[in-house]
């Protein structure tokens, strides 16, 4: 195993939290491949410089604080990345229940907000807000729910 890729993958793991197969395709592109690439994830993952549990917790965490996302998108978006079902249940841990739905009403308070300028009509105001939430990852039942008591 060339100790200089190591090195080279250590810093790029150590600069920001990265999954196996972002990892993989860097290691490609310095031209690494089959075993020897599979050798320097392993000593990374020995190493502690790759978990993708904890990248999911880190990605669910800051989709959330950051861009609101909901939990369906940032699921999505992790199964995309390929972690396991494990990491991803990890990383959706990191989003506490009372905040999710406390950052679901303020979003659509927001939003009300902006769209009671413009839109008279009541249901579609409704219809608007739950476009808006769903298209932010939000399960729909919440967003009802949520819109109901908002209005």
């Known amino acids: 195993m060339d100790r200089l890729i190591l090195q080279k ?3 790029y793991c150590a600069y920001q939290e990265r999954t196996q197969d972002e990892v993989r395709k860097r290691l490609q592109k310095w031209e ?3 075993e020897e690439a599979d050798e320097i994830i392993a000593e990374l993952i020995t190493m502690n410089y790759l978990s993708e549990e904890r990248f999911a917790k880190t990605y669910a965490g800051g989709k959330f604080r950051m861009k609101n996302w909901g939990k369906m998108k940032i699921k999505q ?4 990345r390929g972690l396991t079902e494990y990491s991803i249940q990890q990383g959706m841990k990191e989003i506490p229940e009372q905040a999710y739905q406390t950052g679901l009403k303020e979003l659509l308070t927001k939003k009300r907000e902006l769209l009671v300028r413009t839109e008279t009509d009541k249901f579609k105001l409704k219809q608007k807000l739950a476009r808006f939430a769903l298209g932010k990852g939000y399960e729909s039942e919440l967003v ?8």
């Open 144 to 151: 009802w729910k949520t819109i109901e008591d908002l209005l």
């Open 77 to 80: 978006e992790l199964h995309r």
């Open 9 to 11: 993958a250590a810093s």
């Open 32 to 34: 690494v491949w089959g």
